[in-house]
């Protein structure tokens, strides 16, 4: 799409998650099960988003002088005000973010959105923005569940959105070091594309890798999938270059190691926009592996699968561990093998007969050299096997590698019709796993039901530490009339729950608006001081994402 005052770029669903092309849809085995579970009347489409004309949005107020500034900056055609480019940028993919574009309430769209070629000119852009008093918000790949790119607009009248896209080149590579630097707009796809041909990768995949791209990755100290055997974003990141207001700002070193002081690489790492833009950052990387061995075991309860999956990190070889580690509770095991065709549903008989009737299932990828991966499988199954695992074979864990990034499609056709859907996630230590599952698990349903309504919630283990574990919770309803205050509830009565029972606010969804509340009782006063202290130096006239990371003033929207 090219208008007069466009830039063009591929067109995502406005109203929903990713490509229009990948969008997968509900069996009719998967509806009624939904309807028997949720006890819904009918599952029939009963929500349809408005039409993209009936999408309400405000006129933009920046005035003629300020996006003037601006197309200097970057060029005119990389600033619009287009009204299809604002409504695309008004928000990011929470549950909430959907339900209100879907009513067609987009009145806190952007006043414009710029697309930036490169450091340049996003210092250029801040500095117009620093003298004018306009609230600057970057977009990656806008995947954020937690308002982290709504454009706010804190104290200010105007807003705009830095949409980071055109920034999307591999701009070194040392194969010896083993390190690669990259623009923030590469998105995952890209980024292993970059790569490949030189027989690397960034082993980095979240459930958004699709869409997400390399400066979320780093803003929200995102963790993937295969965290277990890659490490996490923040265990990948070696240098960021940031654009603050204050000036360019480069924190961390490509040195293996410095006592050069405290480490500034973590002040900008999850940092959420709120102190600058991230434009390049060098990451570590690997060789592609050249062989993958998947592998699944059911235990008789989540308790026990957890106990099982500490035992083989604490007892086993750091080398034997899974890339990818995940356990089932219950729940979500029933709804997997209830959907997942004549095989999954055979295996819940097999395991019922085995004497498991509520069964919890682990699914493990081991990624390497064949051989080695053999070994290390081997040895993994002699302590899943102590610890009361019964082996179940690859298909599993090969399914859900297959479909591992459909899941927020399915969403859009849920919200269609009519079934509220939702995550969070937070991490507990071994001691607290537990514990910390069934009061999060209570509140949520406690929640979902407040008015009547039947809640399903399923939740699984995704990365483990030496210390404990990632809880990932899933949770569906019935939508009420009031969709938005449906969800403020639930979210509250998780949070609050995840606050009381000492866990952490954000495992990898970082912080945006909807934990900021939250984040005083997990850092205290004085670390919301330090994290004001170094906002006010990097960003003093405070138009850097605000309403983000940090409690704050925020203008009403109108």
């Not at 995952?188 to 990768?201: C, K, N, R, V």
């Not at 929200?220 to 654009?243: C, I, M, N, P």
Request: aromatic share 6%; with cysteine; glycine share 10%.
């Amino acid at each position: 799409m090219v208008t007069q005052n466009t830039v063009e770029i591929p067109r995502s669903v406005w109203y929903g998650w990713g490509d229009p092309a990948h969008a997968t849809s509900l069996s009719a085995n998967a509806l009624t099960y939904l309807s028997a579970t949720l006890k819904l009347a009918s599952v029939k489409p009963v929500h349809p988003p408005a039409d993209i004309t009936e999408v309400r949005i405000g006129e933009p107020v920046l005035n003629a002088e300020a996006l003037a500034e601006l197309r200097a900056a970057c060029g005119t055609e990389y600033v619009s005000t287009e009204r299809l480019d604002r409504i695309e940028h008004s928000g990011g993919k929470s549950t909430e973010d959907l339900l209100r574009i879907r009513a067609g309430d987009a009145l806190g769209a952007p006043d414009a959105v710029i697309f930036p070629a490169s450091s340049e000119e996003i210092r250029e852009v801040l500095a117009v923005c620093a003298a004018r008093g306009i609230a600057v918000t970057a977009f990656g790949g806008g995947t954020s569940v937690v308002g982290g790119v709504s454009p706010l607009r804190g104290t200010f009248d105007a807003a705009i959105t830095l949409d980071m896209r055109r920034m999307n080149k591999m701009l070194h590579l040392d194969p010896r070091s083993r390190t690669a630097t990259f623009e923030a707009g590469l998105r995952g796809p890209g980024i292993e594309a970059a790569l490949e041909p030189h027989g690397f990768t960034l082993g980095h995949f979240p459930q958004s890798h699709q869409e997400a791209t390399l400066g979320g990755y780093v803003a929200t100290r995102s963790a993937g999938q295969a965290s277990t055997g890659y490490g996490r974003s923040d265990d990948l990141v070696k240098s960021v270059h940031l654009e603050t207001p204050a000036g360019p700002l480069v924190a961390g070193s490509t040195a293996p190691g410095t006592a050069a002081g405290p480490k500034l690489l973590d002040v900008i790492v999850g940092s959420e926009g709120a102190f600058g833009v991230i434009t390049s950052a060098t990451l570590k990387i690997v060789p592609v592996p050249t062989h993958k061995s998947y592998g699944s075991w059911s235990f008789a309860s989540f308790t026990a699968g957890a106990e099982a999956i500490r035992r083989l990190r604490h007892e086993g070889l750091s080398g034997d561990l899974p890339h990818v580690c995940r356990l089932s509770d219950s729940d979500e095991t029933a709804s997997t093998f209830k959907l997942g065709g004549p095989k999954t549903a055979a295996l819940g008989k097999y395991l019922s007969v085995r004497g498991q009737a509520t069964p919890a299932l682990a699914l493990f990828l081991w990624e390497g050299a064949t051989k080695e991966t053999a070994a290390r499988k081997r040895r993994s199954a002699r302590i899943l096997r102590a610890a009361g695992g019964i082996p179940t074979g690859p298909i599993p864990a090969r399914a859900w590698e297959h479909g591992r990034f459909s899941g927020p499609y399915l969403r859009d056709e849920l919200l269609t019709r009519g079934v509220y859907v939702e995550t969070l996630e937070t991490s507990a230590t071994w001691t607290s796993l537990d514990s910390t599952y069934h009061a999060v698990r209570e509140a949520i349903l406690k929640s979902l039901a407040e008015h009547g309504g039947t809640g399903y919630v399923q939740s699984h283990i995704s990365h483990i530490y030496p210390d404990g574990a990632s809880l990932y919770f899933t949770y569906l309803a019935g939508v009420e009339s009031d969709g938005l205050a449906q969800h403020a509830r639930v979210k509250q009565a998780a949070s609050k729950a995840i606050v009381a029972a000492g866990s952490t606010i954000t495992h990898h969804h970082s912080v945006g608006t909807d934990h900021a509340p939250y984040l005083g009782a997990e850092i205290g006063a004085l670390g919301l001081d330090v994290l004001r202290g170094i906002k006010n130096t990097l960003d003093p006239a405070g138009i850097m994402n605000p309403g983000k990371l940090i409690p704050a003033a925020i203008k009403e929207q109108p």
